[in-house]
């Protein structure tokens, strides 16, 4: 069996670290794993996805909609843009935080995500709603974003790996200095 | 990743020497290679991928097992000496790797690097998954010595960028390759109309061979190998014959075959594929190359088989495939019943994301002070390839054209000779100039052309990753080195203005960009200002409500992610802001001001 995972989000947010995370703890543990990642371009700003596939019987790194166990959203409407994604019965965790996208600034809009976030409530059959904004201020900075989220994806008990596992590949990833900051954004969510 | 498999893969077969131009999604192969050289072999980022091309051709003619690395246009860069050395062939293996962008996800051009392959007579090898290009590597280095030529290895992004845990190779299992040295023998390294005539003779009746060899490859796959019952078959390539065997789990049928080679085209088993179908369905991303080969099979031994897929618009001739499309085009094919859609609530109106500069980023205020030096008058802004292609986002609009690498310096120089009232600019990045701006530039002095050069020198190759460049100092193996000065160069070609500025001091900026572009003839304007992404951010800006008349011309100036809208207001986003300290020189009211330190 295999869990497919969806992170999706804004470029420059580390949905590809997080990713590489998952996918490393994975192979540390023997576990075969699949992933596709946005680079280059689109990393700038734009939107940004990665699919994930941890578990026996994976022969291709991408999956169809509606075949998703879990739905990591950085930003209320990528999660909405990836939505499809997620499976019946799927969990989406997702971050209250909007990113407003220049266009949208320019033409005026005040977009805020909260009709966003509603949708996802509406629809998927289980959400955890994180405000990474708050969490990053409360942990000391805006870069651990992406750890709060895997953290919470971890809390839910849905990846096949213990928070120890994933923080055990993180200190090997991230330089010294950072690992207590980062292990403190990971057990942030609990 | 698949590109840290091929140069681990490639290590393991032996490898002397890589060099390559960094191009997404190529770019951690050489990267990667780097990182795990044992000493002996030798790595460089090369100037351009004509260089790297060359410099790998020269160590192959001495034996040495070789790879030059670049993305699909960056081929067409190295074409020259690629068609060229087709002909006159390699002593070590060398292997030519390039990486394909169906989508395009990251470049200008949908090209087919397989169908380049036909062109140049090259063999080429189409890898479909992360360890898959581990295997294959050495495999594809083996074949190139074998025949002395160089061979394509063509990965797509979802390959090159795909993760996956594979099997790798012990270290005592590695191969190793002493190089015999160049040895001296003009009839064979000096091209002349005469050997390539002999040559082609030769290259022609080799790939005959090799079609025949390449269909008892293991990995021209063939599954079922008979076909039973069903009639239809799928032939397929790459990344999409992993959603196929997606679509088609817990199927028996229909029959699958993946074309690894596509050239030359293994015949034989295309043949045993055919037998007993009477459809064939091709998915393949860009070009139609195996339906077109299986097409003329067909007609060339008769076979009553009908070949569909993009030529019959059976599945879509442009753009990526997903499993999503692969199973969608099966089931239309089969006549199953069509992949499900959930009945879902419809989503609420999406913002667009397009990519934009980041915020702070040190092109935006360039752009910006050329905007403002430049309102009123009839101007042209000719752009190039890097991260500064994004100016021509809203508001800033400032790429009035964007073509190939190294183009804009030379289009604007076109434009000047058919419309001589305009003012002529060209935006190039630093490491875009190395790479191929500097035969524009003596160009433009030696045709006595009236323009100005905009570099916009943010010390690194920004879009790709930050790999150093001629400009930097430091190589890719982190040794330090003499910097190769872009004054001193447009100084020693003949430009005799060339001004730098910062470009996050707008006054001086615009000023500088008003009297630079006054002069007659060639000029250049540096912009030098580090990437935004590569140094540590200023606090945040910070506006003053008090003072904020909630105009919104910070927004509307400068299009910076860093400014949102909360409440109706203009307001910083702590979070991107990197304190540059442009919106605090555009804002009318004196409102924004950012404080020094970290």
Redesign the interface.
Known sequence: MSTNIMICGVGGQGIVLTSKLIAATAVSHDVPVMSAETIGMAQKGGSVFSFLRVGEGINCPMFGEGEADILIGFEPAEAVRMFPYLKKGGTAIVNTHPIMPVTAALTGSDYDGRNMLEYIERNAEKSVFIDGDKACTEIGSPKVLNMVMLGAAVASGLLPFTLEEIEQTMKATVKPQFVELNSKALRYPR | MGNAAIARGAIAAGLNLVSGYPG??STEVLETSAKCSSGSMYVEWSVNEKAAMELAAGAAYCGARTMVTMKQVGLNVASDPLMSLAYIGVKGGMVVLVADDPGP??SQTEQDTRTFAAFSKLPCFDPS??QETYDMIGEAFELSEKYHTPVLFRPTT?VC?????ITVKDEDEFKTNEPEGFVRDPSKWVIFPRLSYNAHINIEARNVTLSEELSSYSRNLIIPEKAEGCRKGIATHG?SY??V??ALRDKSAPRVMKVTTPFPFPEKAALAFLEGLDEVLCIEELDPVIERELTYICGKHGLNVKIRGKLTHDVKNAGEN???SV?GNIAAFMGWEM?G??E??A??A?????????AGCPHRASFFAVKEAMKGKKAVFCGDIG?YT?GN???LDMVDTCLCMGAGVNITQGIGHIEPDTVCFAFVGDSTFFASAITGAVNAVYNQADMTLVILDNSTTA???HQPHPGTGRTVMGEIVEKIDITAVLHGIGVKTVETVNPLELKKAVETVKRVASEKGVKAIIFKSPCAVIIKPEKPAVIDPEKCTNC?KC??SL???G??????RAAI????CTGCGLCSQVCPFGAISVKEGK
């Open positions: 997404t999604p996800i990251s998954s992360v979802r960028h795909g993760y996956a845990s990344i992993t959603y065997t997606e997903t499993c999503g199973a992949p859609k959930t879902a609530e989503a609420p999406l913002p667009v994301r397009p990519p934009v500069l980041c991260c994004l986002a809203m508001p879009m790709t990753g919104k927004i509307r299009g910076c992610p400014i949102v809208i909360k409440d109706g986003e702590n979070s991107l």
